[in-house]
């Protein structure tokens, strides 16, 4: 129903299976099924996480995967009601995301044209891209061959539930791929043809997250930027909030992002608004006056 029906990524379906591998274990071990169990049970579940190896958003996402099994079983006449209407979600506080500044996104551009190798001109172009359109790592790495050959102008991304969406593409951003194209075939399977415009010899045919994630971190070391500070989604958080920084409205980087709700583009307000208070209490005359006082 997940894949068919709702079009979840596969990611997001490995991590309900888990989800729902370690429930359904716990209730065979406890002489439950799926079609008994009542929301005593499945509160006493819950309450077996543990706090200090399971975060709260593991936790919040196990009881969603619950929530949507039960709530399937009784769409499907399995069961006759769903006992997890009754059950509370847990509270918690939505950390605001890390952003890079704009210094450091312009370090790791700079340290990109540094070399001119196969591997360094892919690395340039899969930044460029992803700073210049805010991709999900994983629309990024399976992008098709012919991304950036028609339209210079636009990128049709195909993106959570399969939906597509428009992304503006930039001069510098297509300009990278065509230095890396030159190069690509460096990077192509043992046949010599793939789709995918970052082709891999590893069985998902294309690079993978985990790759360019590496590839990412080293790049970070080059430029003289925290390597902690960075991974693939960072960059899509600094694409969003440098946009909203620079005047861009919520609804464009919300279209842009592929963002359902726009509470979820939201939060990158928050990450403005804590840097702004941060520069006024470091800058304004009077905050320099009362940290004078304190001392």
Not at 239 to 264: C, P, Y
Request: net charge positive; charged share 25%.
């Amino acid at each position: 129903m997940m894949a068919a029906e709702r079009g979840a990524a596969d990611n997001t379906i490995a991590a309900y299976g888990r989800d729902l591998e370690s429930y359904l274990g716990y209730l065979m071990r406890h002489g439950r099924d799926a079609e008994s169990v009542s929301a005593r049970d499945i509160r006493a579940y819950i309450s077996t996480f543990d706090k200090s190896t399971i975060s709260p958003s593991t936790a919040a996402r196990r009881l969603s995967s619950i929530r949507q099994f039960h709530r399937f079983l009784h769409a499907d006449g399995l069961r006759p009601d769903d006992p997890t209407v009754v059950i509370d979600s847990p509270r918690r506080r939505r950390p605001l995301p890390k952003v890079l500044s704009e210094m450091d996104v312009d370090s790791l551009l700079k340290a990109t044209a540094a070399e001119d190798d196969p591997e360094s001109l892919r690395v340039k172009a899969m930044v460029e891209l992803l700073y210049a359109t805010g991709l999900r790592v994983s629309e990024l790495v399976s992008l098709p061959l012919t991304a950036c050959m028609r339209d210079r102008d636009f990128l049709v991304v195909r993106g959570k539930g399969a939906k597509e969406r428009l992304v503006p593409l930039s001069a510098p951003a297509c300009e990278a791929v065509d230095a890396y194209r030159a190069v690509r075939n460096r990077h192509l399977p043992a046949n010599g043809e793939s789709p995918w415009l970052f082709p891999s010899r590893g069985a998902s045919g294309h690079i993978t997250r985990q790759r360019f994630g590496q590839l990412l971190k080293s790049l970070a070391i080059s430029a003289g930027v925290d390597p902690g500070k960075i991974s693939p989604h960072v960059l899509r958080h600094a694409f969003a909030s440098h946009l909203l920084a620079n005047g861009a409205d919520l609804r464009s980087v919300q279209k842009m992002l592929g963002h359902a709700d726009i509470s979820t583009t939201q939060i990158y307000t928050h990450v403005i608004d804590a840097r702004l208070q941060s520069l006024v209490a470091q800058a304004h005359p009077l905050a320099a006056a009362a940290r004078q006082t304190k001392k």
